[in-house]
C-alpha cells in the first residue's frame, strides 16, 4: 500500500484558484493511471491524498524502484495556461503482512510513513517502520511546544559572519534561529523547521526572526557600529502567504530600520517555477532589500533560468565547497556556477568554509564573500558585536 499527499497543495487552491487546483488533481490522477493500469487498485482518498495497492511485488527493493520511478514520473511538470508547475510529493509504504494484516491498519501504517517524509520537508518516500508511531508522537509535542515557546520567546537568534574573500573584512551577518526548550534543551533547526513549515507555524515564527533581526539591526546601527546587513531567511511558504511583503513593510515600519541594513535569503525553488512568487520576489526588492538565492546547486539547479532571477546574491551550497581543495569536480561546477552568475551580475558567497586552504581556491574561481566555520560559527549577539568591532 502506497499512501500519496501533494505537498502544500492548499497553496495551489490559495493562489490559483480551485478550477485549476482541480485541473492538477485530475492530471495527477491520470498520470497515477497511466503508469499503474489496471494490475493495481488505485484511489482518492480526500482532496489531495491518493492510495494505491501494489501487486505482484518481489520484495522491499521492488516497491522502492516503482515508487521511485512513479514519483519522478508524477513530478513532471504540469503546464496550465502557459506555466509550468512542479509538485512535490510526499509517499508512505507499508507491506502485509509484514506491517499489517488488514486493510485499514495497513492504510493506516502508509500514512504513518509519511509523517517521517513530512519531517523532512516532504519531497520523497519512507517505508513504515516499527517506532514510526512513537516518531509522529514526538513530532506532536514538537509542535505543540514549538507553538508555545514562540508566545513566550524562548526563541533567540544567533549570528554567523560572511568575509570579504579579497579583503577578509566583515561583509554581513546571517541571523539563524535557535530554540533552547526548558525541558527538552536545544533543538535542531533540522527537526523544528521542517514542523513549522508544515504546520504554517513558520508563518509566526519568520514574521519573530524577521523583526527580532530588523531590531538588532537597528541596534547596532543605533550604537554606531559599521552598517553591515543582516540575512534572514525565508521559507517558500512564508513567501507563499498572500500578505507577506505587507508583513515586511509593517515590520521595517515598526522598527524604524533601514532596508540596506536587511537580505532575504530564499531558496531556489522559490523562484524556480511561479511567476506570482517571483513578482513577490520583486516587490521585496523594491523595497530596497537586497535578496540572495540560498543553497544553490541543491535544488531545481537548471542554470538556463539564472538570468530571469530577481536576485542579488546568490550562495553556493557547502556541498560544492566542503571537498573543493581537494576534488577537482566541485572545483569545476564551483567555476561553472560563478561564470554563469557574473554574466548577470550576481554577487556570490560561497556557504561553509571549513580550511584555510580552500579561501585562496574560492577566490581564484571568483567568489566574493564566504561563510563558514573557518571564520566564525554562528554567535550571540554580543559575540558578534566583538567580531564587528576586531
Known sequence: MVYLNIDRFRYVNDSLGNETGDYILSVLANRLKTILKEKHTIGRLSGDEFAFVLKYIRDEEHIEQITKELQQFLEEPIDVMGQSHILSLSLGIAIYPKHAKSSSELLMKAEKAISIVRAHGGGGYAMYQNG?????LERILLENELRKSIDLG???????????????ELAGVEALVRW??????????????????????????G?????????????????????FR???????????????VNII???LNETGVTTNLIEIELTESAF???EDMRDKIREIRSLGIKVSIDDFGTGYSTFSYIKELPADNLKIDMSFVRDIHENEDSQAIVKAIVMMAETVGLNIIAEGIEYEEQVPILKELGCHEGQGYYYSKPVSSSECEQFMKK
Open 180 to 205: 533552547d526548550h526548558p525541558d527538552l534543551g536545544r533543538i535542531s533547526p533540522n527537526k523544528f523547521i521542517p514542523v513549522a513549515e508544515e504546520t504554517k507555524l513558520i508563518l509566526p515564527l
Open 230 to 244: 543582516i540575512a534572514v531567511n525565508m521559507s517558500t511558504v512564508q513567501l507563499e502567504e498572500p500578505k507577506i
Open 132 to 136: 514510526t508511531a512513537s516518531k509522529s
Open 249 to 251: 513593510k509593517d515590520i
Open 207 to 227: 514574521e519573530w526572526v524577521l523583526r527580532e533581526s530588523c531590531r538588532q539591526a537597528k541596534k547596532w546601527q543605533n550604537k554606531g557600529c559599521k552598517p
Open 272 to 274: 524556480a517555477n511561479r
Open 154 to 168: 524562548q526563541l533567540h537568534l544567533d549570528f554567523q559572519p560572511k568575509v570579504n574573500l579579497k579583503t577578509q
